[in-house]
Nanobody
Framework: QVQFVESGGGLVQAGGSLRLSCATS????????MGWYRQAPGTQRDLVAYISTNGRTNYQDSVKGRFTISRDNDKNTVYLQMNSLKPEDTAVYYCKSFSINHWGQGTQVTVSS
């Protein structure tokens, strides 16, 4: 059974940091391109960053230089380090494998001004 369990969200002031984790099971994690997505109220779910199987990363322009995606294949976990957070980063954050149509419950990130 495929599971993606996101954690690490919370309430933080602008300029602060959070580290999100996504523990996966039921997939061949090391062979999976993994992405972090976010969805703010009333908006579509957008891809924020992804990491390929060989560790190459790609970021949405709005988070370049502030967010870092990484993976630990031994722990089947993908991370998103978020620094210099802005109120516009407020959203529910989800992880997902590019090759599987399955979503976890997400984790709420709220950035106060």
């Amino acid at each position: 059974q495929v599971q993606f369990v996101e954690s690490g969200g919370g309430l933080v002031q602008a300029g602060g940091s959070l580290r999100l984790s996504c523990a996966t099971s039921g997939i061949t994690f090391s062979n999976s391109v993994m992405g972090w997505y976010r969805q703010a109220p009333g908006t579509q779910r957008d891809l924020v960053a992804y990491i390929s199987t060989n560790g190459r990363t790609n970021y949405q322009d709005s988070v370049k230089g502030r967010f870092t995606i990484s993976r630990d294949n031994d722990k089947n976990t993908v991370y998103l380090q978020m620094n210099s957070l802005k109120p516009e980063d407020t959203a529910v954050y989800y992880c997902k494998s590019f090759s599987i149509n399955h979503w976890g419950q997400g984790t709420q990130v709220t950035v106060s001004s």
